[in-house]
């Protein structure tokens, strides 16, 4: 039997000291990795610098077509043989409507014949977009080509009138910016997760844990944790960068920037989740990049990262639409330009929250201690 003396030189180890010394080696062991510093950081922000320089310059501007618009006549013809314009006619009219007062479309049309002969053209642009005056010159140009300059008191066949909405530039920036922070959330929450864990068992680190009081889920909780330090850095630095240099629009100012970090910090949790099952299911080093790519490289190419989902072909959106990244990207966006509140985000919210659970639900099926 053990005598009181004994008993008393036997403590429980602290496990929240545990937690944070191992946090710390952690957060160390990222800050000595190249690659944490360039697929996290340097990356992203290359992306963010070239659309940031490149502006929203384009060969290409919409143009949309009220619902109540005529679709015919020698204007709708005209018009929809301009190389320079893209006719969008599958949208509502208060979708188009929406779209103007964002600048995500520069101009709207509408085109109704009068009762005497000839065509009124009704043309919205909006100061939230700068390509507005171009489409309007555009438009105008091929009104004067139809009409009858040669005599200038003749009634004009086609009538244009032309009024202005004003709303907030939408930049390029504002778009690809929030596609680069979830591209580098994504990327750190799986790649960075999962070379970790089968590193750990590989190298025995986490057998020889098993030898200590140690509690061995503290291990994930100080590697998610010093994870998410480093992640919540990057996501300060790609925001306020973004927004000093490029002038990336944060609508509400400090509250919005505490909006975005808070909605990566939980697009942070989910994509953690993924990279616990891909470092489960991988055999070594070797096949995490085969296995990751098959998670990241979807939300990379169909969420909206780098193009609108509604650019991609029909049978592709409602891939699109289902995604985390998807959700993660159109919280931040609602955000950032529209000024939106947490609860106006509600609905992205719950849908990480569900991917959530589901991803977790299977992290506790598959997740492996030590390599087979």
Do not use: H
């Not at 922000?45 to 320089?53: D, E, R």
């Not at 105008?140 to 009409?147: K, R």
């Amino acid at each position: 039997m053990e005598t009181s003396m004994e008993k008393m030189k036997y403590r429980k180890p602290n496990q929240f000291r545990a937690y944070l010394s191992l946090t710390v080696a952690s957060l160390r062991a990222q800050t000595r990795n190249p690659s944490t510093l360039v697929f996290g950081l340097i990356f992203p922000l290359v992306f963010i610098a070239v659309f940031g320089l490149l502006g929203g310059g384009t060969n290409t501007f919409d143009l949309g077509v009220l619902s109540t618009s005529l679709k015919s006549g020698p204007v709708y013809e005209v018009l929809a043989k301009v190389e320079a314009l893209k006719l969008v006619t599958d949208k509502t009219d208060s979708e188009l409507q929406e779209k103007l007062s964002k600048g995500q479309i520069p101009a709207l049309i509408n085109i109704q014949s009068k009762p005497e002969g000839g065509y009124t053209v009704d043309v919205q642009t909006t100061s939230a977009s700068q390509n507005s005056p171009a489409v309007a010159q555009i438009v105008n140009s091929i009104i004067n080509s139809i009409n009858n300059p040669e005599d200038p008191n003749q009634p004009k066949f086609i009538s244009l009138n032309q009024t202005n909405v004003e709303g907030r530039e939408y930049k390029t920036i504002d778009f690809i910016l929030p596609g680069q922070l979830g591209f580098a959330l994504l990327s750190t929450g799986v790649f960075g997760i999962a070379f970790t864990f089968i590193t750990l068992r590989q190298t025995l680190v986490i057998k020889r844990l098993f030898a200590t009081p140690v509690n061995k889920v503290i291990l994930i909780l100080a590697e998610v944790s010093s994870r998410m330090v480093v992640a919540t850095i990057q996501a300060i630095l790609i925001v306020g960068s973004g927004a000093v240099m490029f002038g990336f629009t944060l609508a509400n100012g400090l509250t919005t920037f505490l909006a975005m970090i808070f909605l990566a910090i939980c697009g942070l949790i989910v994509f953690f989740g993924f990279g616990l099952i891909v470092s489960s299911i991988a055999k070594d080093e070797n096949a995490i990049p085969a296995i990751a790519n098959l998670v990241t490289l979807p939300q990379f190419l169909l969420a909206g990262t780098f193009f609108p989902v509604e650019s991609f072909p029909e049978f592709l959106r409602p891939v699109a639409s289902i995604l985390p990244l998807k959700f993660l990207n159109d919280a931040m966006r609602k955000v950032s330009f529209e000024g939106a509140t947490l609860s106006d985000v509600l609905p992205q919210l719950l849908a990480l929250l569900v991917w959530g659970v589901i991803i977790y639900a299977v992290v506790v099926k598959v997740f492996k201690w030590e390599q087979n």
